[in-house]
């Protein structure tokens, strides 16, 4: 029997962040699992296997399709496995993924996460997919198979309505948009658009982060930087980057477990 848990990631409050289930139980075949993703519903489902103590494999899946990495996911795949006392809170985890091994950390109420850092390329973008957002980005690189636009404003980013429909009719991954904050508490802020997949609006997404802090860490000239991904739910995150890791650092919260 499989037991379950609804996690919110990267928030101290409930219903903040982005939500994950996270799945503990026996292996299951790729058509199982995704089904189960579908059936949740959630933009990711996370599902562990234990190797060992302290050493889990980690799946992530949205409701359509299986991702190579994601920040939420393992979050609350950290989270759950600290809560439930299956590994013991003074020790790291690692998880075995297909973007190689992952480690969390955890430091009082926040949980550190070391992920690849994602390296862009300058990229010249269809108009179209501007159109489609609302918006005419300063610059577009691609992120791996997500593209990157930067655009003037912390405004400008909220003020983005997409067009999901005329997305969809364009090839693409996911579309993470930023700018610098206009608030104290925060370096840059971001939103995350990701229809082709089955999440028109992903509320926290952590993985985006490891291409948006080298990428603010070049403008800004320092390594250590703050967060906030500005979707209606909202999420913080406290970053750093280590030559090619990202640290992310974050909260969670169970809302209920079966």
């Not at 795949?77 to 297909?98: C, E, K, M, N, Y």
């Not at 636009?149 to 364009?170: G, I, N």
Request: glycine share 10%; charged share 20%; hydrophobic share 45%.
């Amino acid at each position: 029997m499989s037991r379950l848990f609804h996690v919110n990631a990267f928030s101290q409050h409930p219903f903040g962040g982005n939500p994950a289930i996270v799945v503990l139980g026996p292996e299951r075949s790729d058509a199982e699992l995704q089904a189960m993703a579908a059936e949740f519903n959630l933009s990711e489902s996370a599902f562990l296997t234990q190797l060992g103590e302290g050493h889990y494999g980690l799946r992530w899946f949205t409701p359509q399709v299986e991702v190579d990495l994601c920040g939420h996911g393992t979050l609350a795949a950290a989270h759950v496995l600290w809560q439930t006392g299956a590994v013991s809170g003074d020790l790291p985890i690692r998880f075995a993924t297909r973007s190689g091994e992952l480690v969390a950390r955890r430091e009082g109420e926040w949980i550190w996460l070391d992920f690849p850092r994602i390296v862009l390329a300058p990229l010249e973008l269809d108009p179209a997919y501007g159109a489609a957002l609302g918006c005419q980005p300063l610059q577009t690189l691609a992120a791996g198979a997500k593209f990157l636009l930067e655009l003037a404003s912390e405004e400008a980013v909220r003020a983005l309505t997409p067009d999901f429909h005329a997305l969809r009719a364009l090839p693409g991954r996911g579309i993470m948009v930023t700018a610098p904050s206009s608030r104290g508490e925060d370096d840059f802020v971001s939103r995350y658009f990701a229809p082709w997949v089955g999440v028109d609006e992903d509320p926290v997404t952590g993985s985006n982060h490891c291409a948006l802090v080298p990428f603010w860490a070049e403008r800004f000239s320092r390594t250590q930087l703050r967060a906030r991904q500005i979707s209606a739910r909202g999420g913080e995150l406290v970053l750093e980057l280590q030559g090619d890791r990202v640290w992310m650092s974050g909260q969670a919260l169970t809302l209920w477990q079966g």
